[in-house]
């Protein structure tokens, strides 16, 4: 079974670290000729005699945590809000998460809880949304990353961390839709961002030429530029060059007649 340092939660040390099998609430650690391999380099716990199929957890010998951790996953919703799922095989005497952010990887802080379903058997579903965390990365010196864990704390005080998942806010503005295409006169370019910055569009015909540049303000959301003024352009096909920052697409457009 692998494990996360991060996951260690009140257990003093991964040396300590046991394997705890639950069956129907009643915890059985895996000690002495039965009892646990712990690889602190490879982060495994092996143990021998295991029998049929069952819920498992890390414990520093007879106090497994209460809480088994099925999945957790964050993503964007649109390019302001951060989405975190999470789900758990089970509960025992489980009271809270704790959503903790960072935008370092290494500086946690508290943004929000959710409570726990207590004691369950069975699959259980969490969300939290982060309405701030882009705008927080921004004001942050640009932060490009947005780390999140879980802390999870039972009706004792007792607590785990989950795994550290990120939000990679280099992807952001990556996606942009040029329409129409082909076009008659122009073209409109519309393109997310979450901070002001400016867009420069050139455009070249087949032998490298330039027929056209212009540089474009935008705002933090969702822009429209409208790319005009290209009713003289000879029909045919041409190359948009679209810079913004350090990222650039090249985008192949078609001048109709």
């Known amino acids: 079974f692998k494990y996360s340092p991060a996951m260690l939660g009140t257990v003093a040390s991964e040396s300590d670290l046991v394997l705890a099998r639950n069956d129907f609430g009643i915890w059985t650690p895996f000690v002495g000729t039965s009892g646990t391999l712990t690889d602190t380099i490879a982060k495994t716990m092996t143990a021998n005699s295991l029998y049929d199929m069952a819920a498992f957890a890390g414990t520093d010998n007879n106090n497994p945590l209460p809480v088994v951790m099925n999945s957790f996953t964050v993503s964007l919703e649109g390019k302001n809000i951060a989405k975190l799922n999470w789900s758990t095989s089970q509960e025992i005497n489980s009271d809270y998460f704790a959503i903790e952010r960072s935008f370092d990887g290494s500086n946690f802080r508290e943004i929000g809880s959710v409570k726990a379903k207590g004691n369950s058997q069975k699959l259980v579903q969490y969300q939290f949304k982060d309405a701030e965390s882009v705008r927080k990365a921004l004001e942050e010196g640009g932060a490009n990353a947005i780390y999140y864990r879980l802390r999870q704390v039972d009706r004792d005080a007792k607590y785990s961390y989950s795994e550290i998942r990120v939000i990679d806010l280099n992807n ?35 032998s490298g030429k330039e027929v056209y540049s212009q540089i474009f303000a935008l705002s933090p959301g969702s822009n429209e530029v409208d790319v005009d003024k290209l009713d003289k352009l000879m029909p045919g096909v041409y190359l948009a060059n679209i810079k913004i920052g350090n990222q650039e697409k090249h985008i192949k457009i078609v001048k109709s007649e």
């Open 172 to 206: 952001l503005g990556e996606e942009l839709a040029i329409t129409p295409n082909p076009f008659k006169q122009s073209f409109g370019i519309a393109i997310a961002q979450t901070e002001a910055t400016e867009m420069f569009v050139r455009i070249v015909d087949l």
